[in-house]
């Protein structure tokens, strides 16, 4: 209990932090008159892809787990659906368990594979936003935008992070018995049962790494992937345009991969302070300062409040 509460403070500090570096910026009066003006109707569309995307977002957990064990779409919806409500709910990403959790399903389907699934979803996702991420601080650097220091920072460390991360799972499916073995023989040193059982615990988390050296599964999950990042930035560009902002498609793609790289900082609940932070980072590159503190603010804070519903709510 004493550890969760410390978890918690820990999250919701981090979180203040960035809330309020963003706040700080904001022309709060202006940011009213926005929200009281905005076209409310674009929630209509918005909603709209952000359905097809959360379909496509469970579809290519699908084809992780499929050369582990064939799991009904009909099963894994429902528990993906609660899932990815777990992670905006739970502070510092604990929600990234409960799909391993609800999934398991022994001896066909360990707790442990399902770690092992998510290993892998999570370093694609983070290489993709990584990338991109990178890759729009170049562009905007290229054309003389402004771009902060910290921007650039978190593009350089999120793609070093996540190549490494890579690494480690190339490693881990070339020497998948040495890896075990090193956990094993590690965790001895301290008791030999908790060497057995984490022992176990990394077998099955290398054994849902499976998918990867099938083409075909993997073919599948990265066209589900992409499809559900491009709608995403779909998504953030509808919202824009109840905002009169309409920042095209490009740069709402690239609003999109920021924030994708800042929710993937261990924060509070609701990503609050990460969300707001990294989009009024990315909205600079593309608006006048004196439209980020006004329409833009106010942009932000329904994308985020939407966003956050739409997860609580199919969850």
Request: glycine share 10%.
């Amino acid at each position: 209990m004493r550890k969760l509460l410390v978890r918690l403070l820990l999250s919701i500090l981090i979180g203040g932090v960035m809330l309020y570096l963003a706040a700080r910026k904001i022309d709060w009066t202006g940011t009213w008159d926005a929200l009281s003006a905005a076209r409310w109707w674009v929630l209509l569309p918005y909603f709209g892809t952000m359905a097809v995307q959360h379909l496509f977002r469970a579809w290519r957990w699908k084809f992780l787990l499929a050369p582990i064990h064939a799991v009904p779409f009909s099963r894994i919806l429902p528990i993906a659906s609660v899932g990815f409500a777990a992670i905006i709910a739970l502070p510092l990403r604990m929600g990234e368990l409960v799909r391993p959790y609800l999934i398991a399903d022994p001896p066909r389907v360990r707790m442990s594979h399902g770690l092992g699934t998510m290993a892998v979803e999570r370093v694609v996702d983070g290489l993709i936003l990584a990338l991109g991420c990178f890759g729009v601080v170049m562009l905007a650097r290229a054309r003389g935008a402004p771009v902060p220091a910290w921007l650039l920072g978190a593009g350089l460390v999120a793609l070093g992070l996540f190549l490494a991360a890579l690494g480690v799972l190339v490693m881990a499916l070339w020497q998948r018995r040495r890896a075990v073995e090193l956990c094993r023989r590690l965790f001895s040193l301290f008791s030999k049962r908790l060497g057995d059982r984490l022992a176990g615990v990394a077998e099955g988390i290398v054994d849902g790494f499976s998918a990867l050296p099938s083409a075909r599964s993997m073919a599948l999950f990265l066209l589900g992937t992409l499809a559900y990042w491009a709608l995403n930035g779909v998504a953030v560009w509808t919202m824009s345009w109840g905002f009169g902002i309409e920042l095209g498609l490009g740069a709402s793609t690239a609003m999109m991969v920021i924030v994708g790289v800042g929710i993937m900082i261990p924060a509070g609940p609701g990503f609050i302070g990460n969300f707001e932070f990294f989009a009024s980072g990315a909205l600079d590159l593309y608006a006048p300062r004196e439209v980020v503190a006004r329409r833009g603010a106010a942009f932000i804070l329904a994308l985020h409040a939407a966003n956050a519903a739409w997860y609580m709510l199919t969850g």
